[in-house]
């Protein structure tokens, strides 16, 4: 099956730094990635689409400037936590689907983001 | 746009009952329905899902049902086990995009 891999899994950082996460989707090509962010309660927040060779569509109320995504090539996306805060811990997971379509649609391991 | 609500938020059984988890969904154009297993610090795992040309679905101990006109679909889960504790999500998507809208979650938990 389709195996979509996230790294890395867990890292502490410093208020005021940026955190790079990398999703990769191994073994098909995707032009549209997703990135969620999953707070304590459980539920899948849909924060934007990551488009191969444009611009990342984000959905409302989140920071463009802050969760900077970047789609280089069909097998990587990249979310960059900026200047990040104690608020902005939590476990983020991606996901991507090799039909690009709904049955398919597989997710990263996650990673477990920590703001000292 | 769509809209899952999804009920309850936690459910607590005993070892070998069974486990029900319903969903609701408000467009009609939706035409699959994805059922998600995620374990403490894991990812979401599918499990189950079913299209909207379907009433029903079983594999081995769970199955999901849709019906398409009260716009709900449910999981179930018999002879319940302690593996079997996690959150569990459902989705519905179709219509203007693929991209699954999903329910809140339920926590399960199997006490042995």
């Known amino acids: 099956g389709a195996v979509v891999s996230q790294h890395p899994s867990r890292v502490i950082c410093k208020s005021g730094t940026s955190v790079k996460i990398e999703c990769r989707s191994l073994d098909f090509q995707a032009t549209t990635m997703f990135w969620y962010r999953q707070f304590p309660k459980k539920s899948l927040m849909l924060m934007a689409t990551s488009n191969e060779g444009s611009k990342a569509t984000y959905e409302q109320g989140v920071e463009k400037d802050k969760f900077l995504i970047n789609h280089a090539s069909l097998t990587l996306s990249t979310l960059t936590v900026t200047s990040a805060h104690p608020e902005d811990s939590s476990f983020y997971i991606c996901?991507?689907?090799?039909?690009?379509?709904?049955?398919?649609?597989?997710f990263g391991s996650g990673t477990r983001l920590t703001v000292v | 746009g769509e809209n899952v609500e999804q009920h309850p938020s936690t459910l607590s059984v005993q070892e070998g009952d069974s486990a029900v988890i319903k969903c609701t969904y408000s467009d009609s154009a939706s035409n699959y329905f994805p059922w998600y297993k995620q374990e403490l610090g894991k990812r979401p795992q599918l499990i189950i899902d079913i299209r909207s040309n379907v009433g029903e679905k079983k594999d081995q101990r769970i199955a999901v049902t849709l019906n398409k006109t009260a716009k709900h679909f449910s999981l179930h889960i018999t002879e319940t086990q302690p593996e079997d504790s996690a959150v569990y999500f459902c989705a519905a998507s179709g219509g203007g995009s693929y991209i699954p809208t999903f329910g809140r979650g339920t926590s399960l938990i199997v006490h042995p």
């Open positions: 996901s991507a689907s090799p039909t690009q379509g709904a049955e398919g649609y597989t």
